[in-house]
């Protein structure tokens, strides 16, 4: 009986040791580049263990890369039916449905998760992505308090300088403007929507 317990035991043992491997798999080939591989080892886990919210955030994180909008909300939507509060899942359905085009969905989502978080890898993701939608409502006080946000959040995107540049210019902020075209710049010397922007505030200036 003890030699039975103790080789169920081991067999536990390797079979969470081979489980926990397939989830740094996924993450690995996530982190890699390779998103179709990543989401399929996120689907095989699933179906292991269909409650791993885990597997559900890179699965999401991985369809979102491969441009794979429909299938990381449909994923994401499932996820948050068994965690609704894990702010990974919000975020990137976020993303999802900001590339669908479901403007107010999204800026819902990335208005609940930046309540929730005062810092995070995804913080500055979240304010980028609200700057772009208030941008495409034409809220371009809005735009340029997300987007001061996310440049604030990290400081080294290049673009994402160059959008706040963009909403500060569409409010009537020249100035500063020029200043977020600049630090674009600093970044990104070929950055073309920057040189464009930066001649255009300098004329209005001068």
């Known amino acids: 009986m003890k030699k039975s317990i103790l080789v169920l035991l081991t067999l536990s043992c390797i079979s969470a040791s081979l489980f926990a491997q397939k989830k740094l798999d996924a993450l690995a080939l996530y982190r890699s580049q390779k998103f179709a591989e990543a989401a399929a080892v996120c689907i095989q886990e699933l179906q292991a263990n269909p409650r791993n919210i885990d597997s559900y955030v890179v699965l999401c994180w991985s369809l979102v890369k491969d441009r794979k909008y429909a299938e990381a909300e449909s994923y994401a939507i499932e996820g948050r039916k068994i ?9 990137i359905l976020g993303e999802a449905k900001y590339y669908l085009g479901k403007n107010t969905q999204a800026l819902e989502l990335f208005q609940l998760y930046v309540a929730a978080k005062e810092s995070g890898a995804r913080l500055g993701n979240a304010y980028y992505y609200m700057g772009e939608i208030y941008i495409r409502q034409k809220q371009y006080l809005h735009a340029d308090m997300a987007l001061s946000s996310a440049v604030h959040a990290e400081p080294n995107v290049a673009n994402w300088w160059s959008r706040c540049g963009y909403a500060r ?3 009537g902020y020249y100035l500063s403007s020029l200043e977020a075209y600049k630090k674009a710049l600093a970044l990104d010397a070929n950055h073309a929507d920057a040189i464009r922007g930066k001649n255009r505030m300098e004329k209005r200036i001068n």
């Open 83 to 91: 965690n609704a509060s894990d702010s990974r899942l919000i975020e």
């Open 169 to 171: 210019e569409m409010a």
